[in-house]
């Protein structure tokens, strides 16, 4: 091959016309294999995840369950509450999470420079990446809930209707975080770090979130009672627990302002974090830091 076909081929666009079905596909699928591959991972979280439930289960023993029928979800048992809010915050930082992740081992590894470089589109990448979060989140979260209602006889409504409430609910809640997932990926492609911002967040949801009390403690705090209620993730809480500890559904008026909201904070920050991404993208490309760590 002359110097001049081998010009004519790296101009070649052809490769430019994949589907962005396939691209995401690609992404996807080399990472799920990834994950499979650490199946002692797999086993040591599995059973890191079983301890947990069960020890919240004995913590529940020492709580008062008139705080939760204070709180609007009837005479229910502490750990029906906890268990809500442990399987949908895990499952939240997982998906939201993943997109910082990928970038900064792909940053570490000095993998970014031909990713970039390459015919893949950044959006693909992006959304190949988050589903690859949600499926590997599914799996713990639906560990979380089988060991809950199975093992440990947690009563949940698990209905069909209960159950498209719930995906729905989950669905809007990692909308409304995606934007913040990827600020965080755009921020760590400029300045290669942002794994402690991104704890340091989660840290703070989990806690005002109500993950393992009810919200009516923080009454008395009224700053702490104002973030709480400033967060996306206290809305989507509060609607997954109406759906399986009260039996509420999409149809129900305090689920529906839940969503709502939920999708209001997704309208705002989605865009955001697009900026951000791109303008993180556009800078290491400026200042030729694409391989740098």
Known sequence: M?????IDLFRDE?????SNLIHIWAVFWANFKIFL?????????????IASIIMYFFMGLQVDAQRLVEAGYGCISWLSFALVGIASENYLWMCISRI????????????LEPIIASPIRLSSYIIGQSIRGFITSSYFMLGVLIVGIFVLRTPLM??????LSFLVI????????????????????VYK????????F?????FLGGVLFPLNYLKDYPILWTLAWLMPYTYALDALRRVLLTGATLASPDVLKDLTILGIYAIIFIPIGLKVFRWGCDRIRDEGTVATY
């Open 2 to 6: 002359n110097l001049k076909d081998l």
């Open 14 to 18: 052809g490769r430019n016309n994949s």
């Open 37 to 49: 591959s650490y199946r002692t991972w797999v086993i040591t979280e599995t059973l890191s995840t």
């Open 100 to 111: 910082s992740h990928s970038m900064q081992h792909e940053v570490r590894e000095g993998t």
């Open 158 to 163: 698990v209905g069909p209707e209960n159950l």
């Open 170 to 189: 989950l669905l809007a809640m990692v909308a409304s975080y995606m934007g913040i997932g990827i600020t965080a990926a755009g921020i760590i492609l």
């Open 193 to 200: 770090r942002g794994d402690p911002l991104t704890f340091l």
């Open 202 to 206: 989660a840290s703070i949801t989990e």
